[in-house]
C-alpha cells in the first residue's frame, strides 16, 4: 500500500486538540480558578491577621513576669503564623534557648508553607497563560489558512477574519495572567510581612528564654564562690 504523507496534515487537523475553541475554555477555567485562589487566600489573610504590636505587649508582659503558662494560654486563642510558631517554641522552653530557636525556625517554615499554599497556581497560571493563548493563535491561524486554502475566491477576507479571531486566543491568555502575577505578587509580599511579624515574636520570646538562663547562670556562680 502506498504511504500518503500529504494526508497526514489534513487529518491532524479534524483531531479535537486543533480546534482552538478548547484554549479559550481553558483559559476561562483557569481564569475562574484564579480568582477563587485570589478571594480564598484574601479572606485567610484577613481571618488569620492579628495586631502584632498588641500581641508583643502582652507577650512581653507575660514573659517578664515568668508567667510562660500564662503567656502560652494567651497565644492559644490566636490561629496566625506568627503566635502559632512562637507557640510551638514555648512549649519545649525547658530545653534551653538554642533547642528553642531550632524549633522556631522549623515551626516559621511549616507555618509559612500554610499561608503560601495555592499561591504556586496563581505563579504557574501567571506564568504559562501567554504561551496556552499563543498556542491557540498559532492553531487558529492554521485553521484560517485552512479555510483559505478551501475557499480561494475569498482569500482576503479568509484570512483577515481567521487571523483576527486567532488572536483573541492570545489577548486572552494575557488577560488570565496579568491579574495572576499582580496578585501573587501581593500575596507573596504579604505573607513576607507576616512572617517578619512573627520573626519579631520568635525575638521576643528568644531574648527573654537567654536572659533567664544568663540571669540563672549569674546566680549559680555567685552561689559557688
Known amino acids: 500500500m502506498e504511504n500518503n504523507p500529504a494526508g497526514l496534515v489534513p487529518a491532524l487537523l479534524e ?35 492579628i495586631d502584632i504590636h498588641e500581641v508583643r505587649s502582652a507577650l512581653s508582659k507575660f514573659l517578664a513576669e515568668g508567667n510562660l ?7 492559644q486563642q490566636y490561629d496566625s503564623l506568627e503566635t502559632n510558631t512562637v507557640l510551638f517554641g514555648l512549649r519545649d522552653y525547658a530545653r534551653g534557648p538554642d533547642s528553642v530557636e531550632d524549633l522556631l525556625q522549623a515551626a516559621a517554615r511549616k507555618e509559612r508553607a500554610r499561608y503560601e499554599q495555592r499561591l504556586g497556581f496563581l505563579a504557574t497560571v501567571a506564568s504559562n497563560a501567554p504561551f496556552i493563548g499563543l498556542f491557540g493563535t498559532v492553531l487558529g491561524i492554521i485553521r484560517a489558512f485552512k479555510d483559505l486554502s478551501m475557499h480561494m475566491s475569498e482569500a482576503s477576507s479568509a484570512v483577515m477574519g481567521g487571523i483576527a479571531e486567532a488572536l ?33 515574636l ?24
Open 15 to 49: 483531531l479535537p486538540i486543533f480546534q482552538a475553541e478548547w484554549v479559550l475554555w481553558l483559559l476561562i477555567a483557569l481564569s475562574l480558578a484564579s480568582v477563587a485562589v485570589m478571594i480564598e487566600r484574601y479572606f485567610f489573610y484577613r481571618r488569620h491577621a
Open 168 to 200: 483573541v486566543a492570545t489577548a486572552v491568555g494575557l488577560l488570565v495572567a496579568i491579574p495572576a502575577v499582580v496578585a501573587f505578587n501581593m500575596l507573596k509580599t504579604r505573607v513576607k510581612h507576616i512572617a517578619n511579624d512573627g520573626n519579631l
Open 69 to 75: 503558662m500564662g503567656a502560652a494560654e494567651f497565644l
Open 202 to 225: 520568635a525575638a521576643t520570646l528568644l531574648a527573654s528564654l537567654k536572659s533567664a538562663d544568663a540571669n540563672a547562670e549569674a546566680r549559680a556562680a555567685s552561689g559557688g564562690n
